[in-house]
């Protein structure tokens, strides 16, 4: 089964309007690379000029409500985040999970909102250090894709990332050989709750990728993309990362 190579950016909350000059580069490489998809998830308050920029490259959100409009304050909805221009959006980021404590049931809760209002989402997994060194990293990532797998799982519009939560922004990424066990088990996860819809769906790997370590990360087996935090901020880093998957 091929699977096109998804290398998805995340600003998280960084960046402002003159930042996003940096996705004329990033759009310029998308489209010098056809075999693989880009997308790049902003702030919310710059989806729209973002979009208006790169109207060709893929724009996403980083977090939406699971409901669709109410009394919530601070929050925005999937179908305010695809008015603003965003084709996709990030449910469930460890750094969502741990500051606005969210549970597996609001990540799924999310990830229904994205597939109700027609745009894509990219639902994230992870083990702390301490599960880790516990021996439980498997047990703790397949049950989080039990508990926030949406209704209506399909690769056309839900990927997986899985992101060890002690490699984001450390420098610290897991061996390859690390990466591929995660992935396959994930992967097997899948087919029990999805059946061969789970060959098809993208399971991408976040926490520390560089274009130094992007070929190396990429090439492991089920890894069919990345989702970048820092080196997504400039197109002097992330374009590289592009550039690996493309020759994969
Ligand atoms: P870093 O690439 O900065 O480690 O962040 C990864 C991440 O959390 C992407 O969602």
Not at 27 to 53: M, S, W
Not at 64 to 73: E, R, S, V
Not at 166 to 187: F, L, N
Not at 202 to 210: D, F, K, Q
């Amino acid at each position: 089964m091929t699977r096109r190579k998804l290398i998805a950016g995340n600003w998280k909350m960084n960046g402002d309007a003159a930042a996003l000059a940096e996705l004329d580069g990033i759009a310029a490489a998308a489209k010098a690379a056809p075999r693989v998809d880009v997308a790049i998830a902003v702030p919310a308050t710059l989806i729209a000029p973002a979009h208006a920029r790169v109207p060709g490259l893929s724009i996403g959100a980083e977090d939406i409500h699971a409901a669709d409009k109410g009394a919530h304050t601070g929050c925005v909805s999937a179908a305010m985040v695809k008015e603003a221009g965003a084709s996709f959006t990030i449910v469930g980021h460890s750094e969502r999970r741990a500051d606005q404590h969210e549970t597996d049931a609001d990540v799924r809760g999310k990830a229904e909102a994205a597939r109700r209002n027609g745009i894509a989402a990219i639902l994230c997994v992870g083990e702390t250090l301490e599960q880790r060194d516990a021996g439980h990293a498997e047990a703790v990532v397949t049950a989080q894709i039990a508990g926030s797998l949406p209704e209506g799982a399909a690769a056309d519009w839900l990927s997986i990332a899985y992101e060890p939560v002690w490699a984001i922004g450390t420098g610290r990424t897991p061996t390859v050989g690390d990466v591929a066990a995660m992935h396959g088990a994930i992967r097997a996860k899948l087919r029990a709750l999805i059946g061969g819809e789970a060959d098809k769906m993208r399971l991408l790997y976040g926490g520390s990728v560089t274009p130094d370590n992007a070929t190396e990360l990429l090439g492991a087996s089920d890894v069919d993309g990345a989702l970048v935090g820092g080196a997504s901020l400039t197109a002097a880093k992330f374009v590289p990362i592009i550039e690996a998957a493309a020759k994969l």
